[in-house]
C-alpha cells in the first residue's frame, strides 16, 4: 500500500525512530522517576531529555512539557482543565471533535459557547472572532489548522486577540506541528499536538505545551512518583498533570521523531509535501467528475487536500482506491464542523495528505487512478 493517509497516523516511521523505541525497550526498562535504581534512573535521564527535545523545538521550559496520549487527551486537559464556572468559550468553524465534544460537554452545564466562521480572508475570519468576546470569554480554542481541508487559520493573530481581552488561547497543532513552524512566541499560550502525525512519532503519543501563565486542573489524579505522603495532586508541572506510569517508548521514539523533523527541516517537509499537493491538485481538477475542495483565496493551505468524485461516496471511493493499493481516508473524518461548512454532510470527502517519505512518481499513480475511477463512475 501506498500510504497518503499520513493526516491520520504518519507511515512510514524514520528509522531513527524505529531505532529509539527499539533501545527504549530494550535498555530504558525502568520507570522513570519512581525508583533510586540505574535502571529507572537512566530511564528518567532519556524521557527527560525527549523532554527537553519538544520543549526546544517549541519554546518552552521542559517542565511545561506534559506526555500524553495523544492530541484528544491533550486538548481535553487544556480545555476542560482551563475552563472555569460560567465561562465562555470560542471555537472555530472547522473545529475536529477533539474540541467540540469536550466544549460541547462543558456547555451543558454552565459554560456556553459559540462558533465563529472561519472565512477565505484572515481579516474576516479574525473579525469573526472578534465579535464574539464577550466579558465571559476566558478560552478561545480553536486549530491551527484543517485536518480536512489544510486551510491554516491567522492564529497568531487570534493570538494577539486573546492577549488583549486576557483570554487563554488553546490551539490544536495537530495537523500544523512540524509541517509549518509553530512556537509559544506565536502568543499561543496552550499548545496541543499529536506526536504520531507530522512529528513522526509512534501512535499512542501527544504533547501538551504550555507557557504557564494558565493553571490546568489535572483530569485525573495518581501516582506521580512525588510529593507521595499528599492526598491531593502536586500543584506543579509536569507532575500534576501526568498521573500514572507514562508512555516511555513512546516518549523516547516521540523526541527521535523531532529530532528527525529538526534535522531534515520543515521548510523542506512543507516544501516537498505541498508540492506533492500542487501536482495532485493540478491533475485531477482536470478530470471530469472531480470536485477538489480548495478556495484560490485562501492565503495558505497546509498540505491536506479534499475531494470527491461524482456518483460516488467517498468511502466509496476510498475503498476503490484502496483496492488499488492506495490508502486515503473517505468520510467525515472526526470533523462534522468543517463538513458542514464545506457542504459535504453526510457523505464527506476523500482526503489526500502525503508524507515527506512519498514521491512524485506515487502521486501520477494516484492520478491515474482516480482517472480510472471516475471514468468508470460515468
Known amino acids: 500500500m501506498i500510504n497518503f493517509d499520513n493526516s491520520a497516523t504518519s507511515f512510514p516511521k524514520p528509522e531513527a525512530v524505529k531505532k529509539a523505541v527499539f533501545e527504549a525497550m530494550n535498555r530504558y526498562g525502568g520507570n522513570p522517576g519512581r525508583s533510586g535504581h540505574r535502571i529507572s534512573i537512566e530511564t528518567a535521564e532519556a524521557v527527560y531529555s525527549a523532554r527537553s527535545a519538544v520543549a526546544d ?9 506534559v506526555f500524553t496520549l495523544n492530541c484528544t487527551h491533550a486538548l481535553n486537559t ?36 459559540s462558533i465563529a466562521q472561519v472565512s477565505h480572508s484572515d481579516s ?45 488561547f488553546i490551539a490544536d497543532g495537530a495537523q500544523a506541528c512540524g509541517v509549518i513552524p509553530v512556537s509559544l512566541a506565536d502568543g499561543i499560550n496552550i499548545l496541543c499536538a499529536a506526536g504520531h502525525k507530522s512529528l513522526y512519532g509512534p501512535s499512542g503519543t501527544g504533547l501538551l505545551v504550555t507557557d504557564g501563565k494558565y493553571r490546568i486542573r489535572p483530569l485525573m489524579e495518581g501516582g506521580t512518583g512525588s510529593a507521595s505522603m499528599e492526598k491531593d495532586q502536586p500543584d506543579y508541572l509536569p507532575d500534576s498533570l501526568e498521573s500514572g506510569t507514562i508512555n516511555t517508548s513512546g516518549a523516547i521514539g516521540l523526541g527521535a521523531g523531532i529530532g528527525f523533523v529538526r534535522k531534515l527541516g520543515m521548510d523542506r517537509i512543507y516544501s516537498h509535501e505541498s508540492k506533492l499537493c500542487r501536482i495532485f491538485v493540478n491533475e485531477i481538477k482536470n478530470i471530469g467528475r ?3 475542495y480548495r478556495d484560490d483565496r485562501v492565503k495558505s493551505y497546509l498540505p491536506v487536500v479534499s475531494f470527491n468524485v461524482e456518483g460516488l ?5 476510498a475503498a476503490k482506491l484502496s483496492d488499488m ?41 494516484l492520478v491515474s487512478a482516480v482517472k480510472n475511477i471516475a471514468e468508470e463512475a460515468v
Do not use: M, W
Open 124 to 168: 474576516e475570519t479574525l473579525e469573526n472572532f472578534s465579535r464574539l468576546i464577550t466579558p465571559h470569554t476566558r478560552i478561545i480554542a480553536c486549530t491551527l489548522g484543517s485536518n480536512v481541508t489544510g486551510q491554516i487559520l491567522p492564529f497568531t493573530g487570534i493570538a494577539e486577540l486573546c492577549k488583549k481581552h486576557g483570554i487563554c
Open 290 to 292: 472531480v470536485t477538489v
Open 57 to 65: 523545538f517549541f519554546g518552552a521550559e521542559p517542565d511545561n512539557v
Open 325 to 365: 493499493g492506495f490508502a486515503l481516508r473517505g468520510g467525515l473524518h472526526c470533523s462534522g464542523l468543517a463538513h458542514t461548512s464545506l457542504g459535504t454532510v453526510p457523505d464527506g470527502t476523500v482526503r489526500f495528505s502525503p508524507s515527506v517519505f512519498n514521491t512524485e512518481k506515487e502521486v501520477h499513480a
Open 313 to 317: 461516496s467517498s468511502n466509496e471511493t
Open 78 to 113: 487544556a480545555i476542560k482543565g482551563t475552563a472555569s464556572e460560567g465561562c465562555h468559550i470560542i471555537i472555530s468553524s472547522l473545529e475536529h471533535n477533539s474540541v467540540l465534544r469536550p466544549v460541547y460537554a462543558l456547555s451543558k452545564g454552565t459554560c456556553s459557547y
